[in-house]
T-cell receptor, first 115, second 114 residues
Framework: AQSVTQLDSQVPVFEEAPVELRCNYS??????LFWYVQYPNQGLQLLLK??????LVKGINGFEAEFNKSQTSFHLRKPSVHISDTAEYFC?????????????FGQGTILTVHP | DAGVTQSPTHLIKTRGQQVTLRCSPK?????VSWYQQALGQGPQFIFQ???????QRGNFPDRFSGHQFPNYSSELNVNALLLGDSALYLC?????????????FGDGTRLSIL
């Protein structure tokens, strides 16, 4: 079975500063990796995904993530954050094949951007 | 192009009652998954429907059941409601058989049990 650990429950940061949200996963098989963002009272919006190929993945809103197989990590980064990035961020994994679509989520990281 | 739509947006029930939540997938999608998100936690997978059958199931009791209709829409039913069933219920859809397509989520139904 897969599991996901988001290493920080809350990350405060000032506007225009860089940010990294950390995610580690465990799985006995190859997985697909995702980052989702959730704004208050809304569902989840896909930021980016790693399926295969280049380990550096670029997503929407200036976010990027790097897949590190040896460290089983998929950390999310943004070089300069905005107030509007304040939200909760979830890292998720899924297996391929018939198990595809069953996402296992981390506990979430609340990113708060201060002016 | 309509995304995933869920109804109702909010619902209040009492312990022991039954509830039905509804989901219409994104246009062109044929697979629907349901997730439960308790306050302060990440979503947890309940089950997935494809071709009107339950294809995968998470660690949820039989009180949680579902259905998928020929138009790919889906319902989540919960019987004998418990206080612990209070949560945001999210529906997600995708197109099966196309490799690694991501899930698209609706805005959820907030279920409160009194």
């Amino acid at each position: 079975a897969q599991s996901v650990t988001q290493l920080d429950s809350q990350v405060p940061v000032f506007e225009e500063a860089p940010v990294e949200l950390r995610c580690n996963y465990s799985s006995s098989v190859s997985v697909y990796l995702f980052w989702y963002v959730q704004y208050p009272n809304q569902g989840l919006q896909l930021l980016l995904k790693y399926l295969s190929g280049s380990t550096l993945v670029k997503g929407i809103n200036g976010f990027e993530a790097e897949f590190n197989k040896s460290q089983t990590s998929f950390h999310l980064r943004k070089p300069s954050v905005h107030i509007s990035d304040t939200a909760e961020y979830f890292c998720a994994v899924s297996k391929g094949g018939t198990s595809y679509g069953k996402l296992t989520f981390g506990q979430g990281t609340i990113l708060t951007v201060h002016p | 192009d309509a995304g995933v739509t869920q109804s109702p947006t909010h619902l209040i029930k009492t312990r022991g009652q039954q509830v039905t939540l509804r989901c219409s997938p994104k246009s062109g999608h044929d697979t629907v998954s349901w997730y439960q998100q308790a306050l302060g936690q990440g979503p947890q997978f309940i089950f997935q429907y494809y071709e009107e059958e339950e294809r995968q199931r998470g660690n949820f009791p039989d009180r949680f059941s579902g259905h998928q209709f020929p138009n790919y829409s889906s319902e989540l039913n919960v019987n004998a409601l418990l206080l612990g069933d209070s949560a945001l219920y999210l529906c997600a859809s995708t197109l099966s058989g196309t490799g690694a397509q991501p899930q698209h989520f609706g805005d959820g139904t907030r279920l409160s049990i009194l």
